[in-house]
């Protein structure tokens, strides 16, 4: 048979003078105990308060007393206890092997949990008060749930290569495998949750929250990586909230007031139950409802957190939890366990004083206190099954069941190791020659993998980690008033990125007072037409709501940014679509166009009369003696200018393009040459001293200088057209300004349209400068006089227009240019025309031979 002191030899061999060896307490702990040829060690936290007496240097070390009994840890050391003796019973898994137990509590504190491992491994067959782990007759150890005290105990037994196996310490740093080389669990380390949590909280539209955690390695890790992770999601972590060790009143009143006054509705909390117990009822005192709290799995199912006095608090809460199972007869093993007198039973008999508040009989003495003697005594005989608490709930064991698999691990680790399946001839023994060593079982229970009872493998990885799955808890109650843990989901950590999570949101009941998902918010989401404004100093979360820009959209709720619209499109008026942008230009239908039209018609209408007049009166003196010939050109001029105005209205297109400048710069030029040429006549006639001069200068000399003159403009209109004609174009750079498209004439070469114009200009000034030198001509016959009012008129309204025309954009240029031609074709109409006109019609006494030469007196 294999007894206990085969491990004693069997575990690695180091000196005895090894800082290791410690000397025990002679007070020990609590136990839980049964002896067998492979006894595996157990830690569970049956106790979740401690509290330490004054330590002095010169005396003994300081005593640790634990209170708060644990009901739900208590039933993950019975699920332990189950496992251990269902193996037993298992003839197919370590056949003629019988397993043993040694359970200590470890109060879930790092100097109970250290002082409770030294006596675990403390061999009470020898006589020395030393215990040294190298020595150690525990092969492996079933331990810790919280990960402050594993990682203390999982670095004293990493040098001995003593396999640690955890059911609930998820720190991430116990993945360092330098550090805590023999450690391994059956639950996930917290960098699966957190990733689970973060994906949980930012797929529920929760993006300002709280988190509240605690002073040990579990929470600071776990509250340390959600935080990184949920900013980079694009969350802001509101506040956080460290409990204390050992909290006072005062600082758990800060705590509470912060929560309180904060805008942020949901807590995300990595902590114990235990740790968040005097917070907890803080709050509920305060009947401080409507947050929503998201739980990590250290407290998701915590049975402690579900009296009465917290439903107001914590109903609706989410969390991930791990999955769970209905271990078959694990309830009926729990409801018959008894206590008993018997040695390494007192954990047992603990908890039956505190499931029926009674005082064990093994307890009695006669010093004992009066109080304590009124408490009645356990008969040993109460029944169960009619309690209802945390320890008996089995329904859907968690915790439990990764106990459960750890049980199993080592089970099957120590069934590879001694050769159950292939033992010779006898096959249903195992060797059990031979001793083994720790290191040797450690290295068989990383490569341990077996498929469970409920289908589920169980393996370890390379970091001595199981498969990460998660089921998502919330809780609700049922129609007794009572609070139940329901699945709403699931969580794979290992499964495909996008496919991970799964949430039937559907039947999450929220936070009391919320019909729907809670909104926690700095700032209430920008609607659609708007963008966030970072505030100064505060998160990305707190911002103001701007609207976009003219030209600029965002069609969706809490957009960043506004998206520019594409060219020839424009923003609506609530900015959240891009419409096709409305085209300008100069129509017809406009009041400016109407306008301008009218007065185009009436400039035409009024040259038409003006040539019917002259016509009419074409023999008469005043007719002949201004050349009527050239007379009759310039009204046909000026008849051209006017109604090449009608080309610059309408929208734009290819041909208009092209004619409008050209008609406009010919039409001109040909106006001015007759001016020129009638100027020239003028003064040739009233030459005294150049007899012949008008002879020189005869009409045909006269139309040659008017074709002379025009042919210029002709050929640089031509060239103009040819070589870079205007051409109809969109133009969206006064969308921002006007939030319309300008439908206009671009002209690829803008010289072509100046050299126009400064040609038009050379013959106007030179008219000017002949008229302004026969101003002193005879009154009668004086026409010189016209023509420079009209030229300067021309000047004025031409220098006028090159800073109007540069300074207008769209319709409003054009409106511009054909009131330059307007202003200018009306005044050279008038100046010239109309005093002829008032002497044909009105004085016609004075149209006569003598009146033209000066000789008609008054």
């Known amino acids: 048979m294999i007894r206990n002191d085969l491990w004693i030899n069997g575990v690695n061999s180091v000196d005895s003078s090894s800082p290791q060896c410690v000397k025990l307490e002679d007070n020990e702990p609590l136990t839980l105990q049964s002896d067998g040829d492979v006894v595996i060690g157990g830690f569970f936290p049956l106790h979740y308060v401690v509290s330490?007496?004054?330590?002095?240097?010169?005396?003994?070390?300081?005593?640790?007393?634990?209170?708060?009994?644990?009901?739900?840890?208590?039933?993950?050391?019975?699920?332990?206890?189950?496992?251990?003796?269902?193996?037993?019973?298992?003839?197919?898994?370590?056949?003629?092997?019988?397993?043993?137990?040694?359970?200590?509590?470890?109060?879930?504190n790092v100097h109970t949990s250290l002082q409770s491992l030294f006596s675990l491994v403390n061999d009470k067959t020898q006589p020395e008060t030393s215990a040294c782990l190298s020595g150690s007759p525990i092969p492996a150890v079933i331990g810790l749930a919280s990960s402050s005290p594993t990682r203390a105990v999982a670095q004293t037994l990493g040098p001995f290569n003593i396999p640690l196996v955890s059911y609930f310490a998820t720190c991430t740093c116990l993945t360092n495998k330098n550090i805590y080389p023999s450690f391994l669990r059956t639950v996930p380390n917290d960098l699966f949750q957190v990733r689970g949590l973060v994906q949980l909280v930012t797929f529920l539209g929760w993006f300002w929250v709280g988190t509240i955690g605690t002073t040990d390695d579990y929470s600071q890790y776990g509250i340390q990586a959600f935080s990184n992770q949920f900013k980079q999601q694009g969350g802001c972590v509101a506040f956080h909230l460290t409990i204390p060790t050992s909290p006072?009143?005062?600082?758990?009143?800060?705590?509470?007031?912060?929560?309180?006054?904060?805008?942020?509705?949901?807590?995300?909390?990595?902590?114990?139950?235990?740790?968040?117990?005097?917070?907890?009822?803080?709050?509920?005192?305060?009947?401080?409802?409507?947050?929503?709290?998201?739980?990590?799995?250290?407290?998701?199912?915590?049975?402690?957190?579900?009296?009465?006095?917290?439903?107001?608090?914590?109903?609706?809460?989410?969390?991930?939890?791990?999955?769970?199972?209905?271990?078959?007869?694990?309830?009926?093993?729990?409801?018959?366990?008894?206590?008993?007198?018997?040695p390494g039973m007192e954990l047992i008999n603990t908890f039956w004083e505190e499931m029926f508040g009674c005082r064990s009989s093994l307890k009695v003495s006669s010093d004992e206190s009066k109080d304590a003697a009124e408490i009645p005594a356990c008969s040993g005989l109460e029944d169960l099954s009619l309690t209802t608490s945390s320890y008996s709930d089995v329904s859907q064991v968690r915790i439990s069941y990764n106990v459960y698999k750890a049980v199993y691990a080592i089970a099957h680790a120590l069934h590879t190791l001694l050769n159950c399946d292939s033992a010779g001839s006898d096959k249903r023994k195992c060797e059990k020659q031979n001793p083994f060593t720790s290191k040797q079982l450690l290295y068989y229970l990383k490569t341990v993998n077996f498929t469970d009872q409920f289908g589920e493998k169980v393996y370890f990885d390379s970091n001595g980690e199981p498969v990460p799955l998660y089921d998502i808890i919330n809780w609700q109650k049922d129609i007794k008033g009572k609070i139940r843990f329901i699945k709403v989901g699931s969580y794979d950590g290992s499964g495909p990125v996008g496919k991970q999570l799964q949430v039937k949101q559907s039947t999450i009941v929220w936070t009391r007072g919320q019909s729907q998902v809670p909104v926690s918010q700095c700032s209430p989401s920008c609607p659609p037409g708007s963008r966030q404004a970072r505030r100064t100093g505060e998160p990305h979360c707190c911002f103001d709501c701007l609207s976009c820009a003219d030209g600029e959209i965002s069609n969706q709720t809490g957009s960043t940014e506004c998206i520019k619209c594409p060219e020839?499109?424009?923003?609506?008026?609530?900015?959240?679509?891009?419409?096709?942008?409305?085209?300008?230009?100069?129509?017809?239908?406009?009041?400016?166009?109407?306008?301008?039209?009218?007065?185009?018609?009436?400039?035409?209408?009024?040259?038409?009369?003006?040539?019917?007049v002259f016509h009419h009166y074409r023999t008469t003196p005043i007719v002949k003696a201004n050349n009527s010939e050239i007379s009759f050109l310039l009204l046909l001029s000026l008849k051209l200018c006017f109604l090449c105005s009608l080309m610059f209205i309408g929208q734009p297109s290819v041909?208009?393009?092209?004619?409008?400048?050209?008609?406009?710069?010919?039409?001109?030029?040909?106006?001015?040459?007759?001016?020129?040429?009638?100027?020239?006549?003028?003064?040739?006639?009233?030459?005294?001293?150049?007899?012949?001069?008008?002879?020189?200068?005869?009409?045909?000399?006269?139309?040659?200088?008017?074709?002379?003159?025009?042919?210029?403009?002709?050929?640089?209109?031509?060239?103009?057209?040819?070589?870079?004609?205007?051409?109809?174009?969109?133009?969206?750079?006064?969308?921002?300004?006007?939030?319309?498209?300008?439908?206009?004439?671009?002209?690829?070469?803008?010289?072509?349209?100046?050299?126009?114009?400064?040609?038009?200009?050379?013959?106007?000034?030179?008219?000017?400068?002949?008229?302004?030198?026969?101003?002193?001509?005879?009154?009668?016959?004086?026409?010189?006089?016209?023509?420079?009012?009209?030229?300067?008129?021309?000047?004025?309204?031409?220098?006028?227009?090159?800073?109007?025309?540069?300074?207008?954009?769209?319709?409003?240029?054009?409106?511009?240019?054909?009131?330059?031609?307007?202003?200018?074709?009306?005044?050279?109409?008038?100046?010239?025309?109309?005093?002829?006109?008032?002497?044909?019609?009105?004085?016609?006494?004075?149209?006569?031979?003598?009146?033209?030469?000066?000789?008609?007196?008054?």
């Open 52 to 108: 330490e007496s004054h330590h002095s240097y010169h005396n003994k070390p300081q005593t640790t007393l634990c209170s708060g009994f644990d009901q739900r840890a208590f039933r993950w050391m019975m699920t332990m206890v189950f496992a251990v003796e269902e193996i037993n019973n298992n003839s197919n898994l370590l056949p003629g092997v019988k397993l043993g137990y040694r359970i200590m509590d470890s109060c879930d």
């Open 248 to 342: 006072t009143m005062a600082e758990i009143q800060e705590m509470a007031d912060r929560m309180q006054s904060s805008t942020a509705k949901v807590m995300v909390v990595f902590a114990t139950e235990g740790q968040l117990l005097d917070l907890f009822i803080e709050l509920a005192q305060r009947n401080l409802t409507g947050l929503q709290w998201v739980a990590s799995e250290a407290w998701v199912t915590a049975g402690l957190l579900t009296s009465p006095l917290f439903h107001p608090l914590l109903e609706g809460t989410l969390g991930f939890s791990f999955p769970g199972v209905r271990i078959p007869g694990l309830k009926e093993y729990l409801l018959n366990v008894r206590p008993s007198p018997k």
């Open 568 to 612: 020839s499109y424009w923003s609506d008026k609530d900015r959240v679509k891009c419409v096709a942008g409305v085209e300008e230009f100069l129509s017809f239908s406009d009041t400016m166009g109407i306008i301008l039209v009218a007065l185009t018609s009436f400039g035409v209408i009024l040259t038409s009369i003006v040539t019917i």
């Open 655 to 858: 041909w208009t393009c092209r004619i409008r400048q050209a008609a406009f710069g010919i039409s001109f030029v040909i106006c001015l040459s007759c001016l020129l040429v009638k100027t020239i006549v003028v003064l040739l006639a009233f030459q005294s001293n150049v007899p012949r001069s008008r002879k020189l200068f005869d009409p045909s000399h006269q139309r040659a200088m008017i074709m002379c003159t025009t042919a210029p403009q002709i050929c640089l209109c031509a060239g103009w057209l040819l070589g870079a004609p205007p051409f109809p174009f969109r133009n969206p750079a006064y969308q921002a300004l006007t939030g319309k498209i300008v439908v206009e004439c671009k002209e690829p070469w803008p010289p072509g349209f100046y050299l126009v114009l400064s040609y038009i200009g050379l013959l106007a000034f030179v008219c000017l400068l002949l008229a302004f030198l026969g101003r002193k001509l005879p009154d009668t016959f004086n026409e010189a006089k016209l023509i420079t009012f009209s030229m300067l008129i021309f000047w004025a309204v031409w220098i006028s227009f090159i800073p109007a025309y540069v300074s207008s954009h769209g319709k409003f240029s054009v409106a511009v240019e054909i009131f330059a031609i307007l202003a200018s074709s009306f005044g050279l109409l008038l100046c010239i025309f109309l005093p002829k006109c008032y002497i044909i019609l009105l004085h016609p006494e004075r149209n006569i031979k003598k009146g033209m030469t000066g000789k008609f007196l008054k």
